[in-house]
């Protein structure tokens, strides 16, 4: 097969930090090529390079056998590279068509609306979706962006598609139906890069597969077919996988966490939750499965306190939950939010003032009058060190790390004081194996430890791993727990149709 | 081809923070010399003017520092805000009410007369804390934008000064829109040093006091979480109410004490000029000193020395008062053209 992409020796850095060290890629025509590896490992930053965000420092990079140097995006774009991103790269309040006509209508050569329309249908029609051109992307579902960002990127002309993480974001219905549009873009004869760090991903839907470890390329385009997870793992990381830690029968204490019947209202593009019930005891993992908007953000803030309920009761132990935020941490409550950088961390302050926080709040706070660097340098360290938090500094801006530590730091912020209640939501979700590993692992000593955990989580695989028992969550209503061994993927599936 | 790139800045460092802040300086004072020797004057003029008078003659000084004593107490208002991404426009109607409320106390002999000064100076704080605090409530329980409060407030304030003066506090023997003059015993004293009076012991300590409750104190550490994300600051518990409530209300009690000076230490008595141009400088002092207590107190007396330069320039150069404040816009856009380079490195390269 002829050559869409050769990328050879590709060095860049920012800063003082070397993001790739002599990166090497070719990309064939007609194929499917996932391109895997750890978060940080220079996927994104190499791809980057080909698509014109990124100069690179030093090495070669040929497009259809002839050397090319893109000074832009642009450029690259008028080339035929397309990038999906991760975060896509759409106006939320205008529609679907009006985004379309935005990125696409002077390299298409749209003279006006009718012609832009005609375009949109035409593709959708070849690609087998259809999306609403007057709809507000705003209020469109993740997937439907996802499809109008592929859409937008094929309508400009492009042939080499390069998908950032595609199925980060999507459940697993979505996420095959994505990866089936990759496979379908190949045979129709363009090139598609499919950045991901799955496995399934690699094995079950790509032709051939190349792995970067450190900035550097450990296997170059190697055909997929022959290829194991083990394989892929060891290559990705370099040594043997931790294998997961074996659990103890947890036995569980009293009743630590319960919701009697709650209801509150929803947040803005949310759901509202209806007749909310449940129990965790102590030393149980409590798994809530269900696909991500139908309810669980909610959820979250209910329990909380950042949202008020309109009926029901939340209560810890035998006694209602006190009111607010700092009340609800100071009775023992600890939470993982999803989204870490908006409800988490505060990503402009430096490590130790995001650790130091939580110890100056509620009616025993551990400094008042003279809040010295010194103290909150020492909890950072503490932090660091036990949390293994890489290359920090108690100084540093924690919008620098990268998402791993971030939640590591997250889990050290949380994991302080004495506890009885952990609920983390998609604790696991971007990252890469050895930070899940990490994650996973304090969430099962806590409930060991006879921490009642609440895990919300999107990702079957996870809940199925750690949970003693599971409910399923599905438009604002949870259903009741049953004990881990007497469920399946099916009976979940069931449960999420029958609520609907 | 070399190229202009531009990138943005992973981290910044202090050093580079000084050094923009001081070209931004630099640059301003370069385009306002050149602005001024277009005037007609020397380089010998401005240096004399600028320098020598402002600063190193007494006369000169004595008017520079008393003019710094209120501007301290409102670049700290505006900086003590800005802690907490609360933009304070008020600082005139904060500090009207804080001199009307010390007025009020001369005039109706309220409390022990042996306490009048501390009695002026507490009511001082509380119309000032008042007028913004009223401002920080509306913006938390009514999400009233509060640019547009502050501002309007200023409008309120100064409205009932021209009621007062024009009515029930008249001056009853001239007629004159003006208060009675304060009793000797209720005036802040004189340092012996031209018209510098106590109260720029109050603005000193008033700094300090800002400088440790914005670095070292737990309601200090809690601001900074409500700047940096709201959000999380009030899902891991922090007040977040209350912080922007408390910061303000302190701001508002600041740029108070800042008239409470004014009528006590310089006019002894409520004046139509009392709370005037303070609201443009207050925001450059505060820019300047990039929201530090302790650098509002270097900004402040550096613009009160372009104050003093300017009323020289009016009086011998017949340059128009707006003079200063174009110098004032001059500086301010300089240095935030410059912050730029703190966000963004640029360099030559292909």
Known sequence: ?500 | MPMLRVSPRLEISNRLLALTLALGILTGLAVSTAFLLTQGMGFADLASQFIGYTLGDPAGLDQTLTRSIALIMVGLSVAVCLRVKFWNIGVEGQLWAGALAATAVVLYHIGPASLRLETMFVASMLGGGLWCGVCAAAKIYLRANEVITTLLMNYVASMLAQQLLYGIWRNPTDSYPVSQTFPRADRLALLGFGHVHAGIILSIAAALFCWWLCTFSRVGVMAKAVAANPVAARAVGVPVGRVILLMATLAGALSGIAGFGIVAGQEYKLTQFVGNDFIFPSIVVAYLARANPLGVVVASVAIAALYTAGDSLKAFYQLPGATVLAIEAVLLFCVSCFEFLIRYRVAWGR
């Open chain 1, 1 to 500: 097969m002829a050559l869409a992409v050769r990328l050879a020796g590709v060095e860049k850095s920012f800063g003082t930090r070397p993001a790739l060290l002599g990166a090497d890629f070719s990309l064939s025509w007609g194929e499917v090529h996932a391109l895997l590896g750890e978060n940080g490992a220079g996927k994104s930053t190499l791809m980057n390079v080909l698509a014109g965000f990124y100069a690179a420092d030093a090495g070669g990079v040929e497009v259809d056998g002839r050397p090319v140097r893109y000074e832009n995006p642009a450029a690259a774009a008028d080339a035929g590279i397309g990038m999906i991103h991760q975060h896509f790269k759409l106006v939320g309040p205008l529609s679907v068509l009006e985004n379309l006509q935005l990125a696409c209508a002077k390299r298409a050569g749209w003279k006006n609306r009718a012609a832009a329309l005609a375009a949109m249908e035409a593709m959708g029609a070849q690609l087998g979706f259809r999306l609403n051109p007057r709809g507000r992307v705003d209020e469109l579902a993740v997937s439907d962006r996802q499809k109008l960002e592929i859409m937008k990127v094929l309508l400009a002309g492009a042939r080499i598609l390069v998908m950032d993480e595609p199925t980060a974001v999507l459940t697993e219905a979505e996420a095959q139906a994505a990866l089936g549009l990759a496979r379908q873009l190949a045979q129709s004869g363009r090139a598609v890069v499919l950045i991901t760090h799955k496995l399934r991903d690699v094995l079950g839907y790509s032709d051939r597969v190349t792995v970067m470890r450190g900035g550097r390329t450990v296997i170059d385009g190697a055909a997929s077919e022959g290829m194991t997870a083990e394989s892929l793992a060891r290559a990705m990381v370099g040594a043997e996988p931790v294998a997961p830690l074996p659990r103890h029968a947890a036995r569980p204490a009293r009743e630590a966490l319960r919701l009697v019947n709650v209801s509150a209202a929803a947040s803005e593009h949310g759901v509202p939750l209806h007749d909310v019930s449940l129990d965790v005891r102590g030393g149980e993992i409590l798994g809530i499965a269900g696909v991500g908007g139908n309810g669980q953000a909610e959820f979250l803030e209910v329990l909380v306190g950042l949202r008020r309920v309109s009926a029901g009761a939340v209560m810890f132990g035998d006694a209602a939950a006190p009111e607010g935020p700092a009340a609800r941490r100071a009775a023992g409550l600890r939470f993982i939010p999803a989204d870490r950088m908006g409800m988490g961390l505060f990503g402009a302050l430096p490590l130790n003032v995001n650790v130091a926080l939580p110890r100056l709040l509620g009616p025993r706070p551990e400094r008042r009058w003279l809040v010295r660097r010194g103290w909150m340098d020492g909890l950072a360290n503490a932090a660091i060190g036990g949390f293994e938090v890489a290359g920090a500094q108690p100084g540093t801006p924690v919008r620098l790390l990268s998402g791993g530590n971030a939640q590591k730091l997250m889990l050290a912020r949380e994991f302080v004081g004495s506890f009885s209640i952990i609920a983390a939501h998609s604790p696991t979700r971007g990252l890469d194996i050895r930070a899940v590993q990490a994650v996973q692992a304090r969430l099962r000593a806590a409930a060991e430890a006879g921490v009642a955990v609440l895990l919300i989580s999107e990702d079957l695989d996870e809940i199925m791993e750690l949970s003693d028992r599971v409910a399923v969550m599905s438009h604002g209503r949870l259903s009741e727990a049953e004990p881990i061994a007497q469920v399946d993927r099916g009976r979940i599936g069931r449960l999420m149709l029958e609520m609907a």
